[in-house]
């Protein structure tokens, strides 16, 4: 019998919206492999296309913050969304993400040896919040872009506080043009990032591993279509292609008209300004995303110890 259980069943229905049935077999046929049975299932058409990245699986805040032409993003956790309502965890995020805009590079740990404006490193000041909240929290991680000459435009989609949030958006376009021209272009480039969910600004960015698995889907569907091997193949080409277009920025179409893609909203902008803009990075940050989280049956627990 398949190593899996009646939470890891629900779990891949929530998922993939495939029937119990469905799911019970997926995971006999991969031995309980949660990930492979998501896709067989899309292998079978029997689920949607599910971005795991996408779920929001962990408390806490994310903060940005732009000083002139340079803006960071910074993820802290906490076990709870009490927690991430307090304010002396909504001051250290805000701090932290203040501090990290002087920060070279992207790596947390250099973050948490940085002076607190407080006193103290960063690091210390987060260890002191685990002991006086009484709840685990952590520095998970943090973005920074820049450009030379430009804008670094700031959205928090449903902010808790002044930039404090679960979705945080940074937009980076480098251009000679006024901000009364590429700070409106770069709010609606960030509500469109907010809520298109880009894997990567394009397609030569996207994830080598992400792209092999969409391949190895689009291959068994097309196997098992029974059409020729010419044909299969360029089934699969067109299916990665598509991925591919729907998930780099530059190649989505905006929200705003669901016809235009990106990269023409911004070359369109800059000949109204008169002078090129570049949509040089993005960062889109959403709380948790990536990160399972424990589900606890309560009820299960209790009839569990009772039987034991």
Do not use: W
Not at 259 to 279: D, F, M, N, R, Y
């Amino acid at each position: 019998m398949a190593a899996y259980t009646a939470t890891d069943v629900k779990n891949l229905r929530e998922r993939t919206g495939a029937g119990m049935m469905d799911c019970k077999k997926a995971l006999d046929e991969t031995n309980g492999d949660l990930e492979a049975a998501v896709d067989a299932l899309r292998a079978k058409g029997l689920a949607a296309a599910a971005k795991k990245s996408s779920r929001t699986a962990a408390e806490g805040l994310v903060g940005v913050a732009v000083e002139g032409t340079r803006g960071v993003a910074v993820e802290v956790n906490s076990e709870t969304d009490f927690v991430a309502k307090n304010d002396q965890f909504q001051d250290f995020v805000r701090k932290a993400t203040a501090v990290a805009l002087g920060v070279d590079g992207d790596n947390v740990e250099t973050l948490k040896a940085a002076a607190y404006p407080d006193g103290g490193t960063v690091g210390e000041k987060l260890t002191n919040n685990v002991a006086t909240i009484g709840e685990n929290q952590q520095l998970r991680r943090m973005k920074t872009v820049s450009v030379s000459q430009g804008v670094i435009v700031p959205y928090m989609h449903n902010a808790a506080a002044d930039n404090l949030g679960k979705i945080g958006v940074l937009v980076a376009l480098e251009s000679d043009a006024g901000a009364d021209v590429l700070e409106p272009l770069g709010k609606q480039l960030a509500m469109h990032i907010a809520a298109a969910f880009p894997q990567a600004l394009d397609a030569d960015g996207l994830d080598p591993d992400v792209i092999a698995r969409e391949r190895a889907i689009a291959q068994e569907k097309a196997a098992e279509s029974g059409k020729p091997e010419n044909v299969q193949e360029k089934m699969v080409e067109g299916a990665v292609a598509k991925f591919a277009k729907e998930n780099a920025l530059l190649s989505q179409l905006f929200v705003m008209d669901n016809k235009t893609p990106i990269a023409q909203v911004v070359e369109q902008a800059g000949k109204a300004a008169g002078t090129k803009i570049v949509l040089k990075d993005y960062v889109r940050f959403q709380l948790g995303e990536g990160i399972e989280k424990e589900v606890t049956d309560f009820a299960a627990e209790v009839a569990a110890a009772v039987a034991g």
